[in-house]
């Protein structure tokens, strides 16, 4: 390959899955144009993380599963050298694609007792599995970063936990579980976005901590990970000022971070990819097409994800790189190229999904996490209502038909009642349908994953809930980011409170056995809760 050829290997432009025919022809001009190394796959431009403020809607499609493998076949075609295809699998498939196996979230994994922390292995093999299937090799995932504040709005669910031995064994288990079946994994955000209160696809987060601070945690994931040869880690849009001499330049865009702090002090020589460059942390920083992708490459990164001005940016790199720096990156990605196998042209879609073996694995992980927020004899009162005629159900934001309920029914029959939004008429009906009954049995299952807008719960129903706690026996089911029990109000005034990590129908059957037999829930808060007293 000429210079110029081998530079246009580091570019990752994204890909969306139901895109129009014009736009898969301009990734096909380029692959086939610039030599380019690699695609990130994504669902759809409306559900780019950077459209929210778009607020378009996501349409779904059922045959989103079959337009990948096409894709992917269509595109290898067209390049010289195999193009390494990735996407972020983070729980699955299921978290770009419809129709595809999903696993549990990091959060739901990080709550499972020490000795199950192998489950996590499991997962990372059975969604490289699932990965091959599609023909794709390299995953963006596991999160390494210790998600230690309750506000961040990005990180939270998807990280392991607040623990730092515990994040680091969790990711390690799930990198092995990909490496089993050949699949590349990649740590990130380095050097660790959870301590961040900022969403770093619309804004720079900025961390406080000195280099000390960091080594004794945030980077403690990391540093293990390049001990047991991680394959890659991504950079975060984060400044530290403290890395950067008290400048906030993201660390994408920083020799200090990359060069100095991964490869020279903690001796990583994997691959580094900057994380997408279309986030709104670094894309908007630079009027100048290529030059964004210039500083990125210049500070260390070998991999451009989300690339968006591929031709401009390669002009740049072959007018600032020094050749040894282009050979450095080049021959980098040409080994983990190798390591995937895909050189040797076996990059087609291999296997089918075994939603069978998807779902035993679910089973046994929600068996594992379900945890006692509060319990007291909570089947015990449960059953003394029913045999009463004082025990009703209520579902939030699911209807009457869920499957939790459904597995209560006949050992534990009552009225089943449901609030699917918060609509004060709802309400006020809601309140006189449940005046006759002193014990109520809740399942929330908790709208969104993500904080914002206290998880779409309405404020009418965080209402509903302080005064119905406080005027009923109530037993609470949350299924859901256990962060979402920060913003219940009146906890303390529940009989009992169960947490369970997902609305998966494992889950909820879980959650129904282990009422019904009164059983040990075995698992353990991965995050520390605000308020559970309150």
Same mark, same amino acid.
């Given at each position: 390959?000429?210079?110029?050829?081998?530079?246009?290997?580091?570019?990752?432009?994204?890909?969306?899955?139901?895109?129009?025919?014009?736009?898969?022809?301009?990734?096909?001009?380029?692959?086939?144009?610039?030599?380019?190394?690699?695609?990130?796959?994504?669902?759809?431009?409306?559900?780019?993380?950077?459209?929210?403020?778009?607020?378009?809607?996501?349409?779904?499609?059922?045959?989103?599963?079959?337009?990948?493998?096409?894709?992917?076949?269509?595109?290898?075609?067209?390049?010289?050298?195999?193009?390494?295809?990735?996407?972020?699998?983070?729980?699955?498939?299921?978290?770009?694609?419809?129709?595809?196996?999903?696993?549990?979230?990091?959060?739901?994994?990080?709550?499972?007792?020490?000795?199950? @922390? &192998? $489950?996590?292995?499991?997962?990372?093999?059975?969604?490289?599995?699932? /990965? !091959?299937?599609?023909?794709? %090799?390299? =995953?963006?995932?596991?999160?390494?970063?210790?998600?230690?504040?309750?506000?961040?709005?990005?990180?939270?669910?998807?990280?392991?936990?607040?623990?730092?031995?515990?994040?680091?064994?969790?990711?390690? @288990? &799930? $990198?092995?579980?990909?490496?089993?079946?050949?699949?590349?994994?990649? /740590? !990130?955000?380095?050097?660790? %976005?959870? =301590?961040?209160?900022?969403?770093?696809?619309?804004?720079?987060?900025?961390?406080?901590?000195?280099?000390?601070?960091?080594?004794?945690?945030?980077?403690?994931?990391?540093?293990?990970?390049?001990?047991?040869?991680?394959?890659?880690?991504?950079?975060?849009?984060?400044?530290?000022?403290? /890395?950067?001499?008290?400048?906030?330049?993201?660390?994408?865009?920083?020799?200090?971070?990359?060069?100095?702090?991964?490869?020279?002090?903690?001796?990583?020589?994997?691959?580094?990819?900057?994380?997408?460059?279309?986030?709104?942390?670094?894309?908007?920083?630079?009027?100048?097409?290529?030059?964004?992708?210039?500083?990125?490459?210049?500070?260390?990164?070998?991999?451009?994800?989300?690339?968006?001005?591929?031709?401009?940016?390669?002009?740049?790199?072959?007018?600032?790189?020094?050749?040894?720096?282009?050979?450095?990156?080049?021959?980098?990605?040409?080994?983990?190229?190798?390591?995937?196998?895909?050189?040797?042209?076996?990059?087609?879609?291999?296997?089918?999904?075994?939603?069978?073996?998807?779902?035993?694995?679910?089973?046994?992980?929600?068996?594992?996490?379900?945890?006692?927020?509060?319990?007291?004899?909570?089947?015990?009162?449960?059953?003394?209502?029913?045999?009463?005629?004082?025990?009703?159900?209520?579902?939030?934001?699911?209807?009457?038909?869920?499957?939790?309920?459904?597995?209560?029914?006949?050992?534990?029959?009552?009225?089943?009642?449901?609030?699917?939004?918060?609509?004060?008429?709802?309400?006020?009906?809601?309140?006189?349908?449940?005046?006759?009954?002193?014990?109520?049995?809740?399942?929330?299952?908790?709208?969104?994953?993500?904080?914002?807008?206290?998880?779409?719960?309405?404020?009418?129903?965080?209402?509903?809930?302080?005064?119905?706690?406080?005027?009923?026996?109530?037993?609470?089911?949350?299924?859901?980011?256990?962060?979402?029990?920060?913003?219940?109000?009146?906890?303390?005034?529940?009989?009992?409170?169960?947490?369970?990590?997902?609305?998966?129908?494992?889950?909820?059957?879980?959650?129904?056995?282990?009422?019904?037999?009164?059983?040990?829930?075995?698992?353990?808060?991965?995050?520390?809760?605000?308020?559970?007293?309150?």
């Amino acid at each position: 390959m000429t210079l110029e050829q081998k530079i246009g290997q580091f570019f990752f432009p994204a890909v969306f899955i139901n895109d129009i025919e014009e736009n898969i022809q301009e990734i096909e001009r380029l692959i086939k144009d610039h030599n380019i190394g690699g695609l990130t796959f994504f669902h759809s431009r409306a559900s780019a993380a950077t459209n929210y403020e778009s607020k378009s809607a996501i349409e779904h499609n059922d045959n989103s599963f079959e337009r990948l493998k096409e894709l992917i076949t269509r595109f290898q075609k067209c390049a010289t050298t195999p193009l390494l295809m990735s996407i972020d699998a983070e729980w699955g498939l299921a978290m770009r694609v419809e129709n595809t196996p999903q696993y549990p979230y990091a959060i739901s994994l990080g709550a499972l007792p020490e000795r199950y @922390e &192998y $489950l996590a292995f499991e997962v990372g093999k059975r969604t490289g599995l699932d /990965l !091959k299937a599609a023909g794709i %090799h390299y =995953n963006l995932a596991p999160l390494a970063d210790i998600n230690s504040n309750s506000n961040n709005p990005v990180i939270g669910y998807r990280s392991f936990g607040q623990d730092k031995v515990r994040v680091s064994n969790f990711a390690l @288990e &799930y $990198l092995k579980g990909l490496t089993e079946v050949g699949i590349l994994g990649c /740590l !990130k955000h380095f050097p660790g %976005h959870g =301590n961040t209160s900022v969403d770093s696809h619309l804004g720079l987060p900025i961390l406080e901590e000195t280099l000390e601070e960091l080594m004794q945690n945030e980077l403690v994931p990391f540093i293990k990970g390049i001990q047991n040869n991680v394959d890659s880690i991504m950079i975060g849009h984060l400044a530290v000022p403290a /890395l950067n001499d008290g400048k906030n330049t993201s660390a994408t865009l920083s020799k200090n971070v990359i060069e100095n702090l991964l490869r020279k002090q903690l001796g990583f020589d994997g691959l580094v990819i900057s994380d997408a460059l279309n986030m709104h942390s670094v894309s908007k920083l630079y009027d100048k097409k290529g030059q964004l992708e210039w500083e990125a490459f210049n500070a260390g990164n070998d991999i451009l994800c989300f690339a968006e001005n591929v031709a401009e940016g390669i002009q740049e790199i072959l007018k600032n790189a020094s050749a040894e720096r282009v050979e450095e990156s080049f021959n980098r990605l040409m080994k983990y190229k190798q390591k995937a196998g895909i050189l040797e042209g076996n990059f087609a879609p291999e296997g089918e999904f075994d939603f069978e073996a998807t779902s035993i694995l679910n089973r046994l992980i929600a068996d594992k996490s379900t945890t006692k927020i509060k319990d007291n004899n909570n089947s015990l009162y449960l059953f003394e209502a029913k045999n009463n005629d004082k025990l009703a159900k209520l579902s939030l934001f699911k209807n009457t038909d869920n499957i939790f309920f459904k597995s209560l029914n006949i050992v534990l029959p009552s009225l089943i009642f449901a609030l699917e939004n918060g609509d004060e008429d709802a309400i006020v009906q809601m309140k006189e349908k449940l005046s006759n009954f002193d014990t109520i049995l809740i399942s929330l299952f908790v709208p969104k994953a993500k904080p914002w807008n206290n998880f779409d719960i309405e404020d009418s129903v965080l209402n509903f809930l302080a005064e119905l706690f406080s005027t009923k026996k109530c037993v609470l089911y949350v299924f859901g980011n256990p962060y979402a029990l920060q913003v219940i109000p009146n906890l303390k005034s529940t009989l009992g409170i169960i947490h369970v990590y997902q609305d998966f129908r494992e889950f909820q059957e879980s959650a129904a056995r282990q009422l019904l037999r009164n059983s040990r829930c075995r698992g353990s808060l991965p995050v520390v809760i605000n308020g559970l007293n309150k």
